[in-house]
């Protein structure tokens, strides 16, 4: 049955036709599918929250017998979130016990345990919730940004669109192998849910070329001649076919096939040297690209690496020209964060007022 725009809003299903140019019946499917979709996706991340929740509390409690001893404690400098919480349960006529207080925080309470302000507090007690890993807290606040933006675009009833489910549900998984190899294991049983529901998908993204704002990145790939690109691991970057480099003002004129993706991958010395007695190729280039990186200030203990064609492979796609930035001056930059387009719309751009598009067609990000 075809929805009618007064159910959802005309500005809410905008979107949608958008994405299925205009045709109602397809963007009706396609707003079904996502929420179907979204409603897969948020049972992992249920999970997750409850895991995350749980490794937290029992790590705080571990590292001393009296929290208000660590270093930075939540329960001192988040006071005022704990107090509103009691005060909700006293409203509805319940006794505030910490299993209730622990309930009642909102996931952005535990997501905050991870950034600058608590440095201390993560050294001292809550790296190790993840004693599988070995990212920094910097690297673990990205994984829970991305996921918390994620989690609360699908809890608003938001669109996905713009946002590769399947990407975020392996963050997901990652996160979890990190704290518990067992929960791993069940939440990849339940991840098959998310991968079968992307899958049907009733129209495909058009935008099939991901560009990525790294001078640095693009200096490795073109002239350190490693054909890859290494991004932050946990930083949200959709599955596409091709990945560009936006560097000197302009995109560049290489476009190159993603080969491979590897969302976390250990950045050390001793993972080189595994790696490169390994019987795999791909594992041999990808030492040859931590050693190289590592060189030139990539030292991140984790990161994100996708392997592409080379500059003269076949599957590389040769534009005839960089694409110019016109735009100068402060908040002009083209991209800050990864920017998706058509291959065909970067092949007909003249210069990157030409790649401009509606908000709604822009990527979200966290």
Partial sequence: MQIKESWVSPERFAEYKAATGG???????????????????????????????????SQLNHSTPSQSLLPGTPWTQEADSI?????RIKKRG??????????GLTF?????????????????????????????????AEYLASIGYVRNRIAHHGSTLEIDLQVEAQKIIRLVGWMDKDAETWM???????????????????RNVAIIPDPKAWDLYINRKQ??????????????????????????????????RFDAIDWNGANAKKLNKSSSSIDKDIAKIIQASKANGWN????????????????????????????????????????????????SARDTTDLESPPHNRRATP
Avoid at 110 to 124: A, G, V
């Fill in 108 to 140: 952005g309470f535990w997501q905050s345990l991870f950034e600058n302000k608590y440095e201390e507090l993560w050294r001292h007690s809550l790296q190790y919730v993840f004693p599988n890993s070995k990212a920094d807290r910097s690297t673990i």
């Fill in 83 to 87: 107090q509103e919480v009691a005060a």
């Fill in 188 to 206: 990849k049983s339940i991840q098959q849910k998310v991968i079968s529901a992307t899958n049907e998908r009733p129209v495909t993204p058009l």
């Fill in 94 to 103: 319940k006794v505030p016990t910490p299993g209730r207080i622990y309930s």
């Fill in 227 to 260: 054909n890859a690109c290494i991004v932050k691991a946990g930083r949200s970057i959709r599955n596409v076919d091709y990945l560009a480099f936006y560097a000197n003002h302009s995109i560049q004129a290489i476009i190159t096939k993603i080969e491979h």
């Fill in 23 to 57: 045709d109602i019946t397809m963007a009706s499917k396609l707003y079904e599918w996502n929420a179907a979709a979204s409603a897969s996706l948020f049972e992992l991340i249920h999970h997750f929250e409850v895991l995350l929740r749980n490794k937290i509390i």
């Fill in 300 to 347: 991140d203990p984790v990161y994100q690496v996708f392997l592409l064609s080379s500059p003269k492979d076949e599957n590389t796609i040769t534009l005839p020209a960089p694409i110019p930035h016109p735009k100068r001056g402060r908040g002009s930059a083209f991209a800050k964060q990864p920017r998706y387009h058509t291959l065909a719309s970067l092949q």
